[in-house]
């Protein structure tokens, strides 16, 4: 069974942009009940505001929409798997995580403020992070790997996460849980 918000995500995908009232038309529906699936779709981030479309005659101008850029996709994970797939080539983890995360930012702050700033940072990297405290130290987790495509493929971008964690936390860190069927996150603990 397709869902009114499937159909507008497939008429948008054939027609790059349309407006509520073309996109009711096309799927033979009210244009409130569009206007409120696209909110739906426009807050989710699949669907995007792209122009204004100024009609003929009278009446306000027409809100024209398509799919974002994330739900177009790309092929960066199949880049990324063919780089690293290279023969011979060997991912250098220390080096790809400092140009990832610039550890220089966090030197001489306090490991609360430093643990906020790296989560702040890999949430901007889409890790969907947070950190929490535990009688060992404090624990690192992210609730997304923006890699699962690729992962199981190239386990050393789990070392590349932890050469990240442990240049903007001073520590060694370990990781102690990883994303799988039953495990819903990545944990690294500071050591």
């Known amino acids: 069974?397709?869902?009114?918000?499937?159909?507008?995500?497939?008429?948008?995908?054939?027609?790059?942009?349309?407006?509520?009232?073309?996109?009711?038309?096309?799927?033979?529906m009210?244009?409130?009940n569009?206007?409120?699936?696209?909110?739906?779709?426009?807050?989710?981030?699949?669907?995007?505001f792209v122009a204004v479309n100024n009609r003929e005659g009278r009446g306000r101008p027409e809100k024209m929409y398509s799919l974002s850029q994330s739900a177009l996709g790309d092929n960066l994970s199949a880049l990324a798997?063919?780089?690293l797939s290279v023969e011979g080539y060997k991912l250098?983890?220390?080096?790809?995580a400092s140009r990832l995360l610039d550890s220089t930012q966090f030197t001489n702050l306090p490991i609360t403020k430093r643990l906020a700033l790296l989560v702040e940072k890999l949430n901007e990297m889409h890790y969907q992070s947070r950190w929490e405290a535990s009688a060992e130290g404090p624990r690192v987790i992210l609730g997304r790997?923006?890699?699962?495509?690729i992962i199981e493929q190239h386990p050393e971008l789990?070392?590349?996460?932890?050469?990240?964690?442990?240049?903007?936390?001073?520590?060694?860190?370990?990781?102690i849980a990883k994303i799988e069927k039953m495990q819903s996150a990545c944990i690294f603990a500071t050591k």
């Open 34 to 48: 569009i206007r409120h699936h696209l909110s739906v779709l426009r807050s989710d981030g699949r669907v995007e």
């Open 81 to 83: 798997d063919a780089l």
């Open 145 to 149: 790997c923006p890699y699962a495509k």
């Open 92 to 96: 250098q983890v220390e080096s790809v």
């Open 158 to 175: 789990c070392q590349m996460d932890a050469a990240m964690l442990k240049g903007a936390l001073g520590n060694n860190v370990e990781q």
């Open 1 to 28: 069974m397709t869902t009114a918000r499937q159909k507008v995500l497939t008429h948008l995908k054939k027609t790059r942009a349309a407006s509520a009232r073309e996109i009711a038309r096309a799927l033979k």
């Open 30 to 32: 009210s244009a409130p």
